[in-house]
């Protein structure tokens, strides 16, 4: 079963969500050629501390770092490291935060440096695949209604949608119930109401769709090295649509 949360739980959550945003700005103004994922990971680790949170992924289930960054070919869960970022990659920075024991979840892909034609049309699509997803997100649609919207876009863009990791529902818990599909069919899933809170965090391949588990456990590419985008945001339902919680202005 989904439990719904009331007004005031939801209030409880901005103050997460707004902070993972900020963070995620200021990793932003710092992707250049030359920056290793570890120097992403320390900025996330303290930027988050001083803004009086915690940084989830910290230990989740045994990740090991901070922050997920997931660079080219890997499709999420990237353990940061010594690898520096080179000039024409991409990188998804996945930031969680936890303030007064509420979750806020969200992430970009930023180019690093000069932008290729395929890092462009990989980081639009998936840019472009949350937006519809969040457009579709509101009372009396569907789960199905916003997997079905982002699939026809993705694959409309001859892109492929990962089918096995997906949305979730936040609050309390970095991850509960339900599912958010980023494919499937006008109509299926659950009705939207008022209260839901969740994520959409669609994982678009240049390629195809298929992944593997590297051997660390965590990290997931695609199995044809194709390029591979993501973003995500932290969402509630509304009486009259749909509020962003994790969409902030720049700093
Ligand atoms: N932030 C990811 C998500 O969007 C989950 C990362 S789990 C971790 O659901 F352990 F890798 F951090
Ligand atoms: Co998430
Ligand atoms: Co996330």
Known sequence: MVKLKSREEIAQMRPACIAAAATLNMVEQ?????????AINDLVHED???????????????????????VNHVVCHGI????KLRD????????????????GDTSRTFVVGTPRAKASKIVRVAARALEIGIA???????????G????QYAEGEGCSVVREYCGHGIGRNFHEEPQVLHYGKPGSGITLEPGLVFTIEPMINLGKAAIKLLKDGWTVVTRDKSL?????????????GVEVLTRVEAE
């Open 30 to 38: 710092h992707i250049r050629p030359g920056i290793t994922t570890d």
């Open 48 to 70: 988050t501390l001083r803004r009086g949170g915690i940084p989830a992924p910290l230990n989740y289930h045994g990740f090991p770092k901070s922050v997920c960054t997931s």
């Open 80 to 83: 940061p490291g010594d690898r």
């Open 88 to 103: 024409g990659d991409i990188v998804n920075v996945d930031v969680t935060t936890i303030i007064d024991g509420w979750h």
């Open 136 to 146: 579709a997100a509101k009372p009396g649609a569907t789960l199905g209604d916003i």
């Open 148 to 151: 079905f919207a982002i699939q």
């Open 228 to 240: 591979s985008a993501q973003f995500e945001h932290t969402l509630a339902i509304t009486e009259t």
